[in-house]
């Protein structure tokens, strides 16, 4: 079995940065571990950035130029999120995301605050 284990959220100034990080652990054959999502109170989760398998990323409208999504050494079972020049808004739980065939993989999620 896989899990999905994430890291570094917290309470944050507006226009700090935080760094998250995602790895998997368990049984990892074949995971792809590949983006980022958040749900803030009252809101449906919302995608926040995805890197492809070429390194290709997507990133949602509110973070682009904030945020940047990248792996450790290439590896597919690690993600991180690079989250700069933060806003109250967003705040949120973030959830690392992974597919491992047709299955859809998500982590236990992590809190990220930002004060005005």
């Known amino acids: 079995q896989v899990q999905l284990v994430e890291s570094g959220g917290g309470l944050v100034q507006a226009g700090g940065s935080l760094r998250l990080s995602c790895a998997a652990s368990?049984?990892?054959?074949?995971?792809?571990?590949r983006g980022w999502y958040r749900q803030a109170p009252g809101k449906q989760r919302e995608l926040v950035a995805i890197?492809?398998?070429?390194?290709?990323?997507?990133y949602a409208d509110s973070v682009k130029g904030r945020f940047t999504i990248s792996r450790d050494n290439n590896a597919k079972n690690t993600v991180a999120l690079q989250m700069n020049s933060l806003k109250p808004e967003d705040t949120a739980v973030y959830f690392c995301?992974?597919?491992?065939?047709?299955?859809?993989?998500w982590g236990q999620g992590t809190q990220v605050t930002v004060s005005s």
């Open positions: 368990g049984s990892t054959f074949n995971i792809n571990v």
């Open positions: 890197i492809t398998n070429g390194g290709s990323t997507i």
């Open positions: 995301n992974g597919v491992r065939s047709v299955t859809t993989i």
